[in-house]
């Protein structure tokens, strides 16, 4: 397979997160470094996790791609920047950038403080904001921006407004980064997510067992690869004609 061959490619939120649970899946960041890998890419996994970059970084390695490992806290915003330099140089050049970060805090409008909501905002908005602003001067015609979000961007449910809040926001985010990107022909997308079978995911539901029970058209979660398979997709020039849209990962929940 050769989607991506010879594509540069940071994905940011490469990680997975540590859960203590043996048969725990691969999280969406580590699935689409893999899978990048796996169509021709040479990836650059970034995370705030020494040990799960390095971990995805060998699974990608083993599936036979080139892989470097980028830290960094992306809540810090002097951070974003110098990961996508670093990125950038590692790899010497960028023509990927998938941001694939997101935490939540508070529940309800009146269990959400106003530390919270910045705190969520700063890594579900701010750091995709500026690893844009850094990454898009970097990238040449052909280049292509993916922002992770969550069906919580389209519709209620998780209960927690400042995720849903923010994960809307990056839809209005990618709107602005396709305009100016157009000019340098790069694209800019966003692919939200439903009910996916990750570490967090299970996490989410071991704390609101009802999530489960949420109305999917298809009557089943997803998997992380079955979200990394449309990110490869916009990450490729077969998406060539499809810039500032976003695309629900979600087996009919948001729509159907």
């Given at each position: 397979?050769?989607?991506?061959?010879?594509?540069?490619?940071?994905?940011?939120?490469?990680?997975?997160?540590?859960?203590?649970?043996?048969e725990a899946p691969a999280g969406n960041g580590r699935a689409i470094a893999v899978?990048?890998?796996?169509?021709?890419?040479?990836?650059?996994?970034?995370?705030?996790?020494?040990?799960?970059?390095?971990?995805?970084?060998?699974?990608?390695?083993?599936?036979?791609?080139?892989?470097?490992?980028?830290?960094?806290?992306?809540?810090?915003?002097?951070?974003?920047?110098?990961?996508?330099?670093?990125?950038?140089?590692?790899?010497?050049?960028?023509?990927?950038?998938?941001?694939?970060?997101?935490?939540?805090?508070?529940?309800?409008?009146?269990?959400?403080?106003?530390?919270?909501?910045?705190?969520?905002?700063?890594?579900?908005?701010?750091?995709?904001?500026?690893?844009?602003?850094?990454?898009?001067?970097?990238?040449?015609?052909?280049?292509?921006?993916?922002?992770?979000?969550?069906?919580?961007?389209?519709?209620?449910?998780?209960?927690?407004?400042?995720?849903?809040?923010?994960?809307?926001?990056?839809?209005?985010?990618?709107?602005?980064?396709?305009?100016?990107?157009?000019?340098?022909?790069?694209?800019?997308?966003?692919?939200?997510?439903?009910?996916?079978?990750?570490?967090?995911?299970?996490?989410?539901?071991?704390?609101?067992?009802?999530?489960?029970?949420?109305?999917?058209?298809?009557?089943?979660?997803?998997?992380?690869?079955?979200?990394?398979?449309?990110?490869?997709?916009?990450?490729?020039?077969?998406?060539?004609?499809?810039?500032?849209?976003?695309?629900?990962?979600d087996g009919g929940l948001s729509t159907l």
């Amino acid at each position: 397979m050769s989607r991506l061959e010879g594509r540069k490619v940071l994905v940011v939120g490469a990680g997975t997160r540590h859960v203590d649970d043996p048969e725990a899946p691969a999280g969406n960041g580590r699935a689409i470094a893999v899978t990048a890998a796996r169509e021709g890419a040479t990836v650059a996994c970034a995370d705030i996790d020494l040990a799960a970059a390095k971990e995805t970084a060998s699974q990608v390695r083993d599936a036979g791609g080139h892989a470097q490992v980028v830290v960094a806290d992306v809540s810090d915003a002097e951070a974003c920047a110098a990961m996508v330099a670093e990125a950038a140089d590692l790899l010497e050049g960028l023509d990927g950038v998938v941001v694939n970060v997101g935490i939540g805090a508070g529940q309800w409008l009146g269990q959400t403080t106003a530390d919270q909501w910045d705190q969520v905002f700063d890594v579900n908005v701010r750091a995709h904001f500026l690893t844009c602003q850094a990454a898009l001067p970097l990238m040449a015609d052909g280049g292509s921006i993916v922002l992770i979000s969550s069906v919580a961007g389209l519709r209620p449910g998780s209960r927690i407004p400042a995720y849903d809040s923010s994960k809307a926001a990056l839809a209005g985010l990618c709107r602005h980064v396709a305009f100016e990107g157009a000019r340098a022909g790069v694209r800019a997308n966003v692919v939200a997510p439903g009910l996916i079978d990750t570490p967090l995911g299970r996490l989410a539901t071991a704390g609101r067992p009802s999530r489960t029970k949420a109305p999917v058209a298809l009557g089943r979660q997803g998997t992380a690869w079955e979200v990394a398979k449309p990110v490869t997709f916009l990450l490729s020039d077969e998406a060539s004609y499809i810039t500032g849209a976003v695309l629900p990962v979600d087996g009919g929940l948001s729509t159907l």
